[in-house]
């Protein structure tokens, strides 16, 4: 019997300006979503800030949680999630994610599909991605569907309410047991 296959689903809270902004419409308790496929969440990727510094330039990302974004914001909320998944699915996604990462300058972050969804007009382009739609495309693209609507109007939320995710982490960031003592 083959091992069980996981990837990993972390939304956050950063607390900035931007991430306030889109809490006060939603109403939810986390509005970034990423995805990874180790448990340590070594390997994170999502559509946010290209630089942590500049709330302004997005795109496509590997998050890396000690010198990114995050390592800015210290009292980062997050919830993390592991769905399982099979051998296939996961190198499929592993496949898809590699255009992404062959191809990280070309694409855009999607501000008027983050706006669409608000008025639940999808307004979606073939470069461009907002985090959860990203997350949620991944996913379609490998053959998981966990919504009957399409990717760009996932909201971090719709993650969060999905009864496949299992919930293994609620609390701060920095104090996930393999964020707060990595293995070297």
């Known amino acids: 019997?083959?091992?069980?296959?996981?990837?990993?689903?972390?939304?956050?809270?950063?607390?900035?300006?931007?991430?306030s902004i889109i809490k006060k419409y939603t109403k939810a308790p986390y509005n970034h979503a990423s995805i990874s496929f180790d448990?340590?969440?070594?390997?994170?990727?999502?559509?946010?800030?290209?630089?942590?510094?500049?709330?302004?330039?997005?795109?496509?990302?590997?998050?890396?949680?000690?010198?990114?974004?995050?390592?800015r914001y210290k009292e980062t909320t997050c919830v993390i999630y592991k769905l399982q998944v099979t051998n296939r699915e996961k190198q499929k996604m592993k496949r898809i994610l590699d255009i992404f990462i062959k191809n990280d300058t070309k694409f855009?972050?999607?501000?008027?599909g983050v706006i669409g969804v608000s008025?639940?007009?999808?307004i979606e382009f073939s470069n461009a991605y907002f985090c959860s739609q990203f997350v949620a495309e991944?996913?379609?693209?490998?053959?998981?569907?966990?919504w009957d609507k399409l990717s760009v109007m996932v909201t971090p939320d719709d993650f969060?309410?999905?009864e496949r995710l299992q919930l293994i982490y609620e609390g701060k960031l920095f104090n996930f047991g393999p964020i707060k003592n990595p293995k070297k």
């Open 160 to 162: 969060r309410q999905n």
């Open 39 to 71: 448990p340590e969440l070594k390997e994170m990727y999502s559509f946010g800030r290209k630089n942590p510094k500049n709330p302004l330039h997005g795109g496509f990302v590997k998050e890396d949680i000690f010198t990114g974004t995050y390592s």
């Open 119 to 122: 008025f639940k007009e999808p």
């Open 1 to 19: 019997m083959s091992q069980p296959h996981y990837v990993y689903i972390m939304l956050s809270d950063t607390g900035t300006m931007f991430t």
């Open 108 to 112: 855009l972050y999607n501000i008027l």
């Open 138 to 146: 991944i996913l379609r693209r490998s053959g998981i569907q966990l």
